[in-house]
């Protein structure tokens, strides 16, 4: 079994709101990983007192113990249990109900000696290569499709040059529209503190034969495909197999910093945090 990990903020002066871990069981027998995307609020009243890393930590933390501790329980049910958990923890002193409390996407999946299960809830992506070498990207492609107004505010925002006041209030006529759908029906879905999201996530599985790898993104690291278009799925999974998790994320840096105010490639942020999680079972 090969198991390899990196993660890394986009700005050293900001806290990592990416989350990656692996757990291995006590048997030896199978395994499980978890990826986590925090969702950056605006720069205002969340309802919350604590920080997006903070509920990252607690989140995937509790996914990735209940993972190799309740085998019979599917991932989804382990989704929807950790959110509640993690929610517990903070109901008394925030306002879970607030749209912006903390919140992230999530990439899970979890391999016994016969099948992996996997799972996707919102815009991190999960690459299954299968033996004969072809790569199967797994998304939640809801985020994607927005309504044609809201996707037209989003162009509208990038269109403008970054750092201007004109390019602010766009954008946070933009949030508000993308906050509305946040979690709604007709919208797209992340893990903030309703455990029935959970049956949102696209889930399933594949017998462990016909698999070689897996690869976890979050959207700072598929951007290198998504955004900068520098390879396809299968050579995303290339570039990990072969030079390491770290690569992919120095290759999106680069690319990054050759286009620092995304005129060349429109993104929400100019450099955004990364982790990537690869295993060959």
């Known amino acids: 079994m090969r198991i390899e990990l990196a993660t890394e903020p986009g700005d050293a002066q900001h806290p990592?709101?990416?989350?990656?871990?692996?757990?291995?069981?006590?048997?030896?027998?199978?395994?499980?990983?978890v990826l986590l995307d925090g969702v950056t609020p605006p720069a205002e009243d969340y309802g919350c007192v604590h920080t997006v890393p903070w509920f990252t930590?607690?989140?995937?933390?509790?996914?990735?113990?209940?993972?190799?501790?309740?085998r019979d329980m599917t991932l989804p049910e382990l989704l929807s249990t950790a959110i509640s958990r993690t929610a517990d923890i903070h109901r008394d002193t925030c306002d879970l109900s607030h749209a912006r409390t903390p919140q992230a996407t999530v990439v899970a999946a979890r391999w016994s000696g016969a099948a992996v299960e996997y799972l996707v809830l919102s815009d991190s992506v999960l690459l299954l290569e299968l033996a004969d070498g072809s790569v199967h990207p797994v998304r939640d492609r809801r985020l994607d499709e927005l309504p044609p107004a809201v996707r037209d505010r989003r162009a509208a925002v990038r269109a403008l040059p970054r750092g201007s006041a004109e390019r602010a209030a766009a954008a946070r006529k933009y949030v508000r529209a993308v906050e509305a759908l946040r979690n709604a029906e007709g919208g797209f879905f992340t893990a903030a503190a309703d455990p029935a999201v959970a049956a949102r996530a696209v889930s399933g599985s594949v017998p462990r034969a016909g698999l070689r790898s897996l690869t976890a993104l979050s959207d700072g690291a598929s951007r290198w495909t998504e955004v900068f278009q520098e390879g396809s799925w299968a050579d995303c999974v290339a570039q990990v197999t072969g030079h390491g998790p770290q690569s992919l994320i120095?290759?999106?840096?680069?690319?990054?910093?050759?286009?620092?105010?995304?005129?060349?490639?429109?993104?929400?942020?100019?450099?955004?945090?990364?982790?990537?999680?690869?295993?060959?079972?």
């Open 250 to 281: 120095d290759r999106v840096r680069a690319a990054e910093a050759a286009d620092p105010q995304g005129t060349a490639y429109p993104r929400g942020k100019a450099r955004d945090d990364a982790a990537v999680i690869f295993v060959a079972p």
């Open 57 to 70: 930590a607690r989140l995937g933390g509790a996914m990735l113990e209940l993972s190799v501790s309740h």
């Open 16 to 33: 990592n709101e990416d989350y990656a871990s692996v757990a291995l069981p006590a048997s030896g027998e199978g395994g499980a990983f």
